[in-house]
């Protein structure tokens, strides 16, 4: 039963515990944490095992690293022993990086199988898809019939080792992976038939499989995902050899976490000190952009000193001024999310991206016709001076212009130099925007009305 507001009271939440999705839990749990802290970890002692992993799942970092703290070992033991074989090694990850020997007296309690696949799950770096694959699915042999697999199925529900199943994946004697059939095509087959001959029955297209490498990258993995709107995808080793699956929810918090990094990227802000609790660290790598932002400004006063006797002969262009540097760093910042996007959704690269770079020019420059011929009105009956409205109008066209060509360029060039186009994008692009268009209206000035 999902809930719209959180329940405060540590009892009624106990309760309702049946009735509640982990999620909701957690919800609600954070609530109760914010007004107290004893009541968070009463009401955590007393939730099941069988749903506390994913309840401390659910949890912000900060509240997860507490409850790592507080429970002892036997209780986290019995914690993972319950979760399915990925989410158990993010939680003995994660208890890792606050205390090793706490982690390590958790494994050791665990069964040998259990403690395996957490040792081998834990070898893959990060942002391999073998660190999101659970190894429990259901696969069947060539020469294993449909009855004989179907009734292992039902055991391995009764028991609660397989969860949210949609296909059978058919493997051979070396466990490489030849097929995958759905569940619901599985059962309008002859259940006495082995795979084998279901197998020979059909086109081998048929049942083939979207699979992904344990080395893949989880960005490539979470693009095929999205391209064939896959709800698992099987996950193979060397030699083909199937050795777990990768589900879609841990495809969309790969998509969550990489949305969330570039909307901070691109604000020039870093993902991880934003979680920190050191709010020095957190202001001193903030304090980075800045200082980059304030010398990329003093270079814009500079240019706008060069033309400081044209200003004082006309004082409007000192109030016209911002508005042609704030269309052109807005005009900028709207071809600059596009790109940044299709570069991170692999759309476009360098090699093939004269067709964006031409697109994003035409729409600037056609939106700068139209706001030149808007703000040229303006400022001409504003300040009765029709060559004023010439300047401002050209200087639209030109700085709109630059906001588009520079602005579909700068994340090409910056993925060519291996540099990712979210961290440094907008600083040089409002540079840029505001040389040129200060540069450009002053410039004109001084030639037009001096």
């Known amino acids: 039963m999902p809930i719209e507001n959180a329940i405060k009271n540590p009892h009624e939440l106990l309760e309702n515990l ?194 992904v490498h344990d080395k893949d990258h989880i960005d490539e993995v979470a693009k095929l995902v999205e391209k064939y709107d896959l709800n698992v995808v099987p996950v193979v080793g060397y030699h083909e050899v199937l050795v777990g699956r990768i589900t879609s929810d841990d495809i969309l918090d790969v998509i969550e976490e990489n949305a969330t990094e570039q909307m901070y990227q691109l604000a020039g802000v870093d993902d991880d000190f934003e979680h920190e609790d050191n709010l020095l660290t957190t ?22 000193g060069l033309f400081d006797k044209t200003i004082e002969a006309y004082v409007a262009l000192a109030i016209l001024m911002p508005i042609v540097a704030s269309m052109g760093g807005n005009a900028g910042t709207q071809t600059l999310a596009v790109m940044v996007r299709q570069l991170a959704l692999g759309e476009i690269d360098f090699d093939n991206s004269k067709d964006a770079i031409k697109k994003e020019v035409f729409i600037s420059l056609a939106n700068g016709f139209i706001f030149a011929i808007v703000i040229g009105l303006i400022a001409w009956l504003w300040f009765s001076t029709a060559l004023l409205g010439l300047v401002i109008a050209l200087s639209m066209i030109i700085n709109l212009f630059s906001a588009g060509f520079f602005g579909a360029s700068i994340p090409l060039l910056l993925k060519k130099m291996e540099i990712d186009p979210a961290i440094g994008s907008t600083v040089l692009l409002t540079t840029v925007t505001d040389i040129v268009g200060f540069f450009s209206f002053l410039m004109l000035a001084k030639i037009i009305l001096l």
């Open 283 to 304: 202001a001193k790598k903030r304090a980075f952009w800045l200082f980059l932002n304030l010398a990329t400004a003093i270079l814009a006063s500079l240019v706008i």
């Open 18 to 211: 049946n009735e509640l999705h982990p999620s909701d839990i957690a919800y609600s749990l954070k609530k109760i944490e914010n007004e107290s802290e004893d009541d968070f970890f009463y009401v955590l002692k007393e939730i099941p095992d069988e749903i506390l992993g994913e309840v401390i799942l659910e949890l912000p970092d900060n509240l997860r690293d507490d409850v790592y703290e507080h429970l002892t070992s036997q209780r986290l033991s019995d914690v993972v022993d319950e979760l399915d074989s990925d989410d158990a090694t993010d939680i003995i990850q994660e208890i890792e990086d606050i205390n090793e020997e706490k982690a390590n007296e958790i494994i050791e309690s665990l069964e040998e199988e259990d403690k395996h696949e957490i040792n081998w799950l834990k070898r893959y770096h990060e942002d391999e898809a073998g660190s999101y694959m659970q190894t429990e699915l259901f696969s069947a042999k060539l020469n294993e019939t449909i009855q004989d697999s179907i009734n292992r199925l039902r055991q391995g529900k009764e028991t609660d080792e397989l969860e949210n199943i949609h296909q059978v994946y058919v493997i051979n004697e070396d466990k490489k992976l030849i097929a995958s059939i759905l569940l619901e095509d599985l059962i309008i087959f002859d259940f006495n038939k082995t795979y084998e001959e279901l197998l020979e029955e059909h086109d081998e297209i048929k049942f083939k499989p979207f699979v």
